[in-house]
């Protein structure tokens, strides 16, 4: 949350060596920290965006952060608006409402189960993505070992999980694989990151009404409007600066495997700041998902396409 989380930078991009022929140990270690760095933002901005819902709701929330994020990403990219084709305006306006539906429903997610849970179910969509489109026989291991993940991270039947919430949590997931495809179709279609920042805004826009419907005035609060747009620089406008710096330097497969480890940093968050605590048996469940995603991503990466799953 991945958001993708729920957010991320742009899904699909080359495998690369780093430049100037420098050593790949001591090169990776600078954007390896970035990424990482990344990855923290984003679930412990998660975790504050849980602690703001019972002041402005989940839907609330989700409106402050994408408005917050796209009028920091609009001032900072200030897209060109002009020259741009029908076709290029209907894939930005699907990535938009790809991105504000993944976020709504994340959030509605992490409002009724564990944050470490929320997002090993939403990592489910990218690595059904990266299963599909790899279509090599070993990855029905790695679909295996996720979904056994999955399995236990429900008791055996999701009787520990309120199963609305892992439903939101599952339809986050599709978004996010949803939001792959549109990120990677914007990206050809407009320039640097003109396209991220304009879907921001139209996404921004369609939540806008679902807000105002659940919170209403409480989003003028100054203490929320302040935290809002904190939770906004932490989970989107900080981590694409990061994750844009270090993908300058660092392998795309090395990326999406730093990637893969998004629940537990999510989890970890969950702890520190909600006190949301793991059974052994959950703890297990989130790295055998995580496992699975970082073999499927070597997986797909032996075969030259590395997809990242981002969100």
Same mark, same amino acid.
């Given at each position: 949350m991945t958001t993708p989380s729920a957010d991320a930078a742009p899904s699909s991009i080359p495998v690369s060596s780093p430049p100037g022929g420098a050593s790949p140990r001591r090169g990776a270690l600078g954007p390896v920290g970035l990424v990482l760095a990344a990855g923290v933002s984003v679930q412990f901005g998660?975790?504050?965006?849980?602690?703001?819902? !019972?002041?402005? /709701?989940?839907?609330?929330?989700?409106?402050?952060?994408?408005a917050a994020a796209a009028v920091v990403l609009l001032l900072i990219c200030r897209p060109r608006l002009r020259g741009h084709s029908r076709a290029d305006w209907g894939?930005?306006?699907?990535? /938009?409402?790809? @991105?504000?539906? @993944?976020? /709504?429903?994340?959030?509605?997610?992490?409002?009724?189960? !564990?944050? /470490?849970?929320?997002?090993?179910?939403?990592?489910l969509g990218p690595l059904a993505l990266s299963v599909l489109a790899s279509r090599r026989a070993i990855n029905l291991l790695w679909a295996g070992l996720a979904l056994g993940g999955v399995f236990l991270l429900g008791g055996g039947g999701f009787g520990n999980l309120d199963p609305v919430g892992a439903a939101f949590a599952l339809g986050a997931g599709a978004m996010w694989a949803a939001y792959i495809v549109f990120s990677a179709r914007t990206g050809r279609r407009f320039p640097q990151a003109d396209g991220l920042a304009l879907a921001m805004g139209i996404a921004a826009v369609a939540f806008l009404p679902l807000g105002i419907a659940e919170s209403g005035t409480k989003l003028l609060d100054p203490t929320t409007l302040l935290l809002g747009s904190a939770v906004a620089l932490m989970s989107s406008v900080l981590p694409y600066t990061?994750?844009?710096?270090?993908?300058?330097?660092?392998?795309?497969?090395?990326?999406?495997?730093?990637m893969s480890l998004e629940p537990a940093l999510a989890a970890t968050a969950g702890f520190l700041i909600l006190n949301q605590a793991l059974t052994a048996l959950e703890s297990l469940a989130i790295a055998l998902v995580i496992a699975a995603s970082i073999g499927a991503l070597r997986t797909q990466v032996g075969r030259g396409k590395a997809a990242l799953p981002e969100g």
């Open positions: 998660a975790a504050l965006a849980v602690s703001l819902m !019972p002041r402005a /709701g989940a839907l609330g929330v989700v409106t402050l952060r994408l894939t930005l306006t699907l990535f /938009g409402l790809t @991105m504000a539906a @993944m976020n /709504g429903l994340f959030y509605q997610a992490v409002d009724r189960i !564990p944050l /470490g849970p929320a997002v090993t179910l939403e990592v990061f994750e844009l710096l270090a993908l300058r330097r660092l392998p795309a497969s090395t990326f999406a495997i730093l």
